[in-house]
Structures are given as structure tokens and as C-alpha cells.
């Protein structure tokens, strides 16, 4: 790949839109401020500390390529060549650095998983001995350095009501080099992903969103639980904001626009039920941003050491329980079923991915972090702060949270009542090639709820739950309930009713 090369003037100030999970032109800050200056040129890193994380999988790459590509066309049209590079930040700037000579670094504000916390650490070091200044800005409800949780709902609302940003019109030319061509798939050391793509980049994250609002939000709150139901009725909108082809701000407004102007009383109450959800995605990232250890620390640390898998990696019959969870052969089809439906296209509806923690952490009693791996490889919208506060919170070790076991057979019956949904995934139901269930599902209820709710009585778990509920919970944050909480979580409403609530409505 031949270099960029700056025509003249070394010390103009220059600025490098830095492009990370934004990979839209509206409502982008960074970019709007990269207009202020005389010069400016635009970055995509992929780096190999991503690519070789234990939560990136070749459908992440696929989609991030395909959403680049579109970002690419996208900005050449306003003036902005797109470099992408791959390599670890701190050598890629320092690179970019001697052939532009920039003078400020504009980025969103990224909370990620640890690796990603630990790049960002060297970049503010790196820009301050270069003397770089480095411009961050916030593109969801997360709160950087929040003090309290109090009041975090209202901080929500001001951000997604405040106006959104422009598409810039354009850059005035000063690269003196071509698009240079994007990398393919297998250079950057993967085979190709064998999910149906999603329609990628800006373009289509609009058009999902318009046709949600358009008609297929009326039917929301019925069709969000099936997983029959739930991949035409649910917004499908996850990957495009784990992405940002299009920012929540957008989201939420067209979305209160679009219940304020229609008539359809179905439509506006379907999509009241989905902007509540809007709320939940920056909720559960903003636990990872206020703890970054609840990537692979159980938040309530009076289950520590209950479950194998947490401290060594899992051996022996756990293990061969795990693969057969990880492959769809666990003997309980509704299980199985939502496996392959999420191995095949790398979505799952919300309370068939609850049921696959529950099952994997009550009914096999594993921890869930090798169980969480596994998934967020398989989610094509794997994003950190949602995954691994759902991984704890549907294992039971928040310690805020009601213990929810989901029985699959009881999900069929509900969800799924003619069996359609189990057969088109399991051909081989019932016939001999099926196998039998791996556990004993009583027995295997039994040990973890006394084992669970014996630790949850002990004094200093109690005391602990409380300083949890105090950082974390929804109470606390002010996010109103999205549905009426059980008898028994409304007398625990000293805990968390809203998220109760949460948990339930799915
Ligand atoms: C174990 C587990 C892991 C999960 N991991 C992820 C993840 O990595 N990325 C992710 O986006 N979602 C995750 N979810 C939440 C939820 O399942 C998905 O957001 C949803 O299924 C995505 O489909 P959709 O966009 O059609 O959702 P819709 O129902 O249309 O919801 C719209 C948006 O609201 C947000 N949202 C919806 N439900 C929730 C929720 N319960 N918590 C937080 N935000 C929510 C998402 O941004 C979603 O795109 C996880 C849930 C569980 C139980």
C-alpha cells in the first residue's frame, strides 16, 4: 500500500478523524469538528489486538470490511480519503504522524473490552508526549468519570433530545493519493464467514430503521419473545449501532417522531415498547464503563468460586457439556434449536440468548465466562458493556438481580407450541440421531438454586448487593420500569423493580 503524501505546509493543523465503531457520516462529531480546519483526512485501525481477541470471529470482520467499504464511498463524496491501516495504534499514528504531520487526533469516546481500555491508555500517552491533542467525544448515553448513578436517565434524555450533527458537505482536497483499496478477509488471517451477510454500512442501517417504523414495530411486543416471530418483529437494528452505522441519538429521535406523528395506536404502542429498549443498551454499557473488571470478574463477589470454569479453564465432563451447549446437542431441542438458529445467522432474539446463559450456568453450572466467549463470538452485534453485564445478570452473580431459570421445555410450549420452530434447526429430532438430554434438569435445579441462594443469604452478601445496586441499578439511574413488576420483585423493589421488569417483559 503506498503512503498517503501531504502536498505542503508541515505544521498547518491538520486533523485525523479517528473512525472506530461511528462508521457513519450524520450525527458524527468528530467529523463536523475536522471541518474547523484547514486540512483533514480520515483513519480506519483495524487492529490485530482485535483481531485476535477471543470475542472477534470472521463475521465481525466480514461486516466491519462491508460497512468500511460504504464508509469509504461515503466520504469521498464530501472530499475525505479514508486511510485504512492495519496495525496496533500507537505504531499506526506514529506512522501517520511523520507522513501528514497531524496535529489533533478527533475521536468518539469507546467503551470496550479491556484490550481496547489499555490501547486508549497508550494513545493519551503517546499523543501527550507528541504533543498531539486528542479530542473524544460521547455517541451514546455512556457517561465517562460518572460520579453517581442518580439521575444517569435524565443525563440519557438530554443527550438523545439535544440537536443531532449535519452530514459535512465537504473537505477541501490536499491528499495528493487515491482510495487505496480495503483488505480482503483472508488477509487479515480469516476464512470467510459462513452467516447470510447483513446488509451493511449506513445506507442499510437507515433502511432497517425506516421499514421498523414504517410497519414492522406494530407488531413488537408480541413478536420480540418467539424466536418465530422476533427476526422480522424485533428492530434487527443491533449490529448497525454495535457498529454505529447510525447513532442512537438518531434512533430515538426518529422513533419519538415517528410516534408522535402516526395514527396507528398498534404502531405508536409497539414502538414505545422499542425506544424503552433504546434506554437499556447505554444502561448496561454504562456498567462496564463504571467496572471494567465485570468483563471477567462476577460482579457480586460472594459467588466467587461457586462455579467451575472461573479460575481454570473447564475440564472433564464440564467440558464435554460445554461443547455439546456450544454445538446444539445438549438433548433439549428448544435449546439446540436457538443454538443453530445462532450459529447459522449470528442472531438470536432476547429471550432465547437469557434461556442459552440460564441453561449453560443453572442447568450445567458453568461459569459464564468461557459460555460468554463463546456467544459473543456468534453475535454479530457483540457489544462488550450489554454482553457481559447480560452474561452475569442471566447467571444469577449481580447479586441485584432475581435468579431467572428458564425451563426450555416450558420456552417451547409458549414459544414455540407446534414445534416448527425446533424442527426446521434439529431435521434429526426425533430420531435415533438426537441425543439424549446431558443432564437431569431437576437434580441439576435443585443443587444450583441452593447453592445460590445459600450465598445470597449470608450478611455480607446482603451488604454487598447494596453497594451494587448503589453503582449500578436502574433504580438508582431513574430509568422508568418498561413493564409491571412481579408481586415478588415489587417487594424487592428496595433492589432493582425496573430491571426486574426488564428481565420479565422479554
Ligand atoms: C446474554 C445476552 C447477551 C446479549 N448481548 C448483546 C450484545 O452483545 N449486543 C446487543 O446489542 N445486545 C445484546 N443483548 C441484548 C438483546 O438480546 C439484543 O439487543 C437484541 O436481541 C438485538 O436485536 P434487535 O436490535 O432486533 O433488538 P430490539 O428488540 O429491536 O431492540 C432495539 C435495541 O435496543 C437495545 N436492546 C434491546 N434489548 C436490550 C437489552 N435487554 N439490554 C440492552 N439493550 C437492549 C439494543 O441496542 C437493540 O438493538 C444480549 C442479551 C443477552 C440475554
Not at 389 to 402: A, D, E, H, L
Request: hydrophobic share 40%; net charge positive; proline share 7%.
Amino acid at each position: 500500500m503506498r503512503p498517503p503524501t501531504a502536498s505542503s505546509h508541515p505544521s498547518t493543523p491538520t486533523a485525523l478523524v479517528w473512525f472506530k465503531r461511528d462508521l457513519r457520516l450524520r450525527d458524527h462529531a468528530p467529523l463536523v469538528e475536522a471541518t474547523q480546519f484547514e486540512r483533514a483526512a480520515a483513519l480506519l485501525l483495524i487492529e490485530p489486538e482485535w483481531l485476535q481477541s477471543p470475542e472477534c470471529e470472521a463475521r465481525h470482520v466480514e461486516f466491519l470490511l462491508a460497512c468500511a467499504e460504504a464508509l469509504q464511498q461515503d466520504l469521498a463524496c464530501i472530499g475525505l480519503p479514508l486511510i485504512v491501516r492495519v496495525g496496533s495504534a500507537v505504531a499506526v499514528l506514529e506512522q501517520l504522524r511523520q507522513e501528514l504531520g497531524f496535529s489533533h487526533l478527533l475521536s468518539h469516546e469507546e467503551t470496550g473490552t479491556g484490550w481496547s481500555y489499555v490501547r486508549d491508555i497508550e494513545v493519551a500517552r503517546w499523543c501527550r508526549t507528541r504533543g498531539v491533542a486528542w479530542q473524544e467525544w460521547p455517541q451514546t448515553g455512556v457517561v465517562r468519570r460518572l460520579k453517581s448513578r442518580s439521575g444517569w436517565a435524565a443525563l440519557w434524555a438530554q443527550r438523545m433530545d439535544a440537536a443531532p450533527l449535519p452530514r459535512p458537505l465537504g473537505f477541501k482536497p490536499w491528499l495528493d493519493q487515491p482510495q487505496a483499496p480495503l483488505p480482503r478477509l483472508q488477509d487479515l488471517g480469516f476464512a470467510p464467514s459462513t452467516v447470510p451477510a447483513t446488509p451493511p454500512g449506513e445506507r442499510a442501517a437507515w433502511q432497517t430503521l425506516g421499514s421498523f417504523l414504517e410497519g414492522r414495530g406494530r407488531d413488537y411486543r408480541s413478536a420480540l419473545s418467539s424466536p418465530l416471530t422476533a427476526t422480522e418483529g424485533c428492530s434487527r437494528l443491533s449490529a448497525h449501532l454495535a457498529f454505529g452505522t447510525i447513532s442512537m441519538r438518531l434512533v430515538h429521535q426518529a422513533t419519538e417522531r415517528r410516534i408522535a406523528s402516526t395514527e396507528d395506536r398498534s404502531l405508536a404502542y409497539g414502538l414505545r415498547g422499542f425506544s424503552s429498549r433504546l434506554r437499556w443498551h447505554c444502561h448496561f454499557m454504562q456498567k462496564l464503563e463504571d467496572e471494567p473488571a465485570l468483563e471477567w470478574r462476577n460482579l457480586a463477589r460472594a459467588v466467587d468460586g461457586l462455579r467451575p470454569g472461573e479460575s481454570a479453564p473447564l475440564e472433564g465432563v464440564d467440558r464435554e457439556r460445554f461443547e455439546a451447549w456450544c454445538e446444539g446437542r445438549t438433548g433439549y431441542p428448544m435449546v439446540d434449536a436457538c443454538m443453530r438458529q445462532l450459529r447459522a445467522t449470528g442472531w438470536l432474539n432476547f429471550r432465547m440468548r437469557a434461556m442459552l446463559v440460564s441453561f449453560a450456568a443453572y442447568h450445567l453450572w458453568l461459569h459464564w465466562r468461557e459460555p460468554g466467549l463463546f456467544l459473543a463470538r456468534q453475535f454479530l452485534d457483540f457489544e462488550p458493556g450489554i454482553h457481559w453485564s447480560q452474561m452475569q445478570m442471566q447467571s444469577g452473580t449481580t447479586g441485584i438481580n432475581t435468579l431467572r431459570i428458564y425451563s426450555p421445555a416450558k420456552q417451547a410450549r409458549e414459544h414455540d407450541p407446534l414445534g416448527e420452530y425446533q424442527r426446521c434447526w434439529l431435521p434429526e429430532l426425533g430420531t435415533a440421531a438426537y441425543p439424549a438430554p446431558i443432564v437431569d434438569e431437576c437434580a441439576a435445579l435443585a443443587r444450583a438454586k441452593e447453592a445460590l441462594y445459600g450465598q445470597r443469604r449470608r450478611p455480607e452478601a446482603q451488604a454487598e448487593a447494596e453497594r451494587i445496586q448503589d453503582k449500578h441499578g436502574s433504580r438508582k439511574s431513574g430509568l422508568p420500569s418498561t413493564a409491571r413488576p412481579s408481586k415478588a420483585s415489587a417487594r424487592r423493589g428496595a433492589t432493582s423493580a425496573a430491571e426486574q421488569a426488564q428481565q420479565s417483559l422479554f
